[in-house]
């Protein structure tokens, strides 16, 4: 435990306990949008919010995870990787009162909800999932409700400084859905009635090319007639559930502020809230959710497995990180080398141990198909078992076969269209011979690393240029691993073969 402490799910544990020592059950709410596919950052999250029920549960503390849908939130654009045009026509509309484009829900924000839940039981099955829209209709949220609009006036009062001079005109916290044709993002509220919380609107706002029906009608805020508008609707969740943390990301610190005044405001203790950094391209852009250019949450699962995402969603939040196509590789390889002994361990693998695959590493993987150009999972399970023996391979097929899936993507996507054979002087050419014979006269990969480097230096060239060369003449990059153990990998035919491609490639 003692160094455990030093972990920060243990230092936001003891934040939460110091905040309500006396609570029996503390509850960790984490919020997920519905207008779109859920995705392995939206389950980062939930997973990183776990690790605080892992240290609250160290410290002899219950707690139990809300996973909230905002699926009462309006679609505001038709999702890219969704192929139905005609939901144009139901921009503005609660996600839950749209037609579900795949026809398998009851609609699309149920669908979104019903991805959620299945990713939920296979990371984080003891989490709760619960939606807006049932919150909203069931009652759940009715106190909540009515105590807020009771302190509209301070609700407005708390929000409007917060706002741009030009939106707030006219700006209510409280969405009406429109009873005419159903939007939320076109109705404007007129007045209020706040001891009995109901409202009277028009639907003649508009966003986007979306525009009101006109409809004019007054309506009670109970019954899933409406919403709050997000940060209000933060606080209520907070105040209604008895939320005691949450993290949110760096770009949300001014809206927790304001959603923890109005859960003061309303006579609630705004919960414990972790800030963590967001994630930055290679060349320090923020990573964009709706872009899906590069490497971002949404795409991760293409190359990475769970155990990686896990790792960096434990490695320490609050220190900015930048993801790049590298990133991949390392997390996995971390994960799949890590002992038991590492702290890090229990948290990266808190649903079950890792096999033991001796030693091998995704990073040996992706050099092993780019050696050999194979993408048959078959063929290369034969490979993996001759250098990590295969009995270990067929005992973890399903493990192995998952890094294949995954490190043939990477190779497709990422070393393919980039991979260049670099054409070599005569002198270095001499160099590439003499490893091609020290290769065989050796099995030891240890043997063939220390050659390698006695020929650089025997023959004037840095090793590390001589290396370079090698990793060009193999695997068309400039760098790569340790050359005696891919050797072993890929096996001394295939270097051969890969040496004299080579060649004949430069002399066309
Ligand atoms: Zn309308």
Redo the contacts with the bound molecule.
């Keep these: 435990m003692s160094t455990e402490n030093k972990l920060w799910p243990h230092q936001e544990a003891k934040r939460i306990v110091e905040r309500w020592p006396q609570k029996e059950k503390y509850i960790l709410q984490t919020g997920f949008g519905a207008s779109g596919h859920p995705h392995m950052g939206t389950i980062g999250e939930v997973v990183r919010t776990y690790y605080v029920a892992m240290a609250l549960k160290d410290l002899g503390k219950e707690s139990e995870i809300i996973v909230f849908s905002d699926d009462m939130d309006g679609l505001r654009k038709i999702p890219k990787n969704i192929d139905a045009p005609w939901l144009a026509d139901h921009l503005g509309k609660p996600v839950t009162m749209i037609p579900d484009p795949y026809g398998t829900a009851k609609s699309f924000g149920h669908h979104m909800d019903e991805e959620l839940v299945e990713m939920m039981a296979r990371t984080v099955p003891s989490a709760r999932f619960m939606s807006a829209t049932d919150a909203y209709a069931n009652g759940t949220f009715d106190e909540g409700i009515r105590k807020m609009f009771r302190h509209m006036q301070g609700i407005l009062d708390l929000t409007l400084p917060t706002m741009r001079e030009e939106n707030r005109e006219g700006w209510f916290p409280w969405f009406p859905i ?6 939320i993002y ?2 404007k509220v007129e007045s209020y009635d706040g001891e009995n919380a109901t409202v009277t609107y028009s ?1 003649t706002g508009e966003f986007r090319d979306v525009k ?4 004019h009608g007054t309506q009670s805020a109970l019954g899933g007639r409406g919403k709050f508008f997000w940060k209000a609707d933060w606080a209520l969740r907070w105040y209604v559930f008895g939320v005691n943390f949450e993290m949110h990301g760096k770009d949300l610190i001014d809206s927790a502020k304001l959603s923890g005044e109005i859960v003061k405001l309303i006579g609630g203790k705004p919960p414990v809230n972790m800030v963590y950094e967001l994630f930055l391209t290679e060349e320090g852009r923020k990573i964009s959710k709706s872009t899906g250019a590069g490497i971002s949450m949404e795409n991760w699962g293409r190359w990475g497995t769970q155990d990686s995402l896990n790792l960096l969603m434990f490695k320490n939040p609050k220190q900015q990180k930048k993801l790049g196509t590298d990133s991949i590789i390392q997390y996995t390889d971390e994960t799949l080398t890590m002992t038991k002994e590492d702290p890090q361990y229990r948290f990266i693998y808190y649903h079950g141990d890792r096999p033991d695959l001796g030693g091998l590493r995704y990073s040996d993987i992706i050099n092993l198909v780019n050696a050999i150009s194979v993408t048959d999972p078959d063929q290369l399970l034969e490979y993996l078992g001759r250098s990590f023996g295969h009995d270990r391979i067929r005992q973890n097929e399903v493990f192995v076969r998952e890094l294949l899936g995954k490190a043939i993507n990477y190779y497709e996507d990422f070393i393919l269209p980039t991979r260049e054979v670099p054409t070599l002087t005569d002198a270095q050419w001499a160099l590439v011979d003499k490893f091609d014979r020290l290769i065989d006269e050796t099995n030891d990969g240890d043997a063939i690393q220390t050659g390698v480097f006695t020929i650089a230096k025997e023959n004037g060239m840095a090793p590390k240029d001589f290396f370079q060369v090698l990793y060009g003449v193999l695997l068309g990059a400039e760098s790569g691993p340790r050359i005696g153990g891919f050797v072993k990998l890929v096996g001394k035919d295939r270097i051969h073969e890969l040496v004299s491609k080579a060649r004949s490639a430069q002399q066309g």
């Design positions: 429109c009873e005419n044709c159903g939007k076109t109705t639907c009101g029906c006109g409809h």
